[in-house]
């Protein structure tokens, strides 16, 4: 995530001295600034559970495609008699 010392800093400052804050009427300005940085750590959880998918996807077509031509060539071979349906089913 991508998210820099200040806004860091912002995030846990705004939750400890809320009585401050309170205090000194800012209240306002902290709250926009509480929810920029946290429209922004949204925003790069949303990138990476994208990314995540689009890899988990692509690891399971490569998967499925794989166990698909070899269960392929396995039932060609049950049929050209060079391997029991046995062999097949260990497969």
């Known amino acids: ?30 709250t926009s600034r509480y929810e920029t940085i946290l429209d922004k750590l949204y925003s790069s959880a949303m990138t990476v559970q994208n990314s995540l998918t689009k890899l988990n996807i692509g690891q399971q077509v490569l998967f499925n495609s794989g166990l698909t031509i070899n269960l392929l060539m396995a039932a060609f071979d049950v049929y050209t008699g060079k391997m029991t349906p046995g062999d097949f089913v260990m497969i």
Do not use: C, G, H, P
């Open 1 to 30: 995530m991508n998210i820099d010392k200040r806004q860091e800093f912002y995030q846990n400052e705004s939750i400890l001295n809320y009585e401050t804050v309170k205090q000194f009427n800012n209240e306002a300005l902290e």
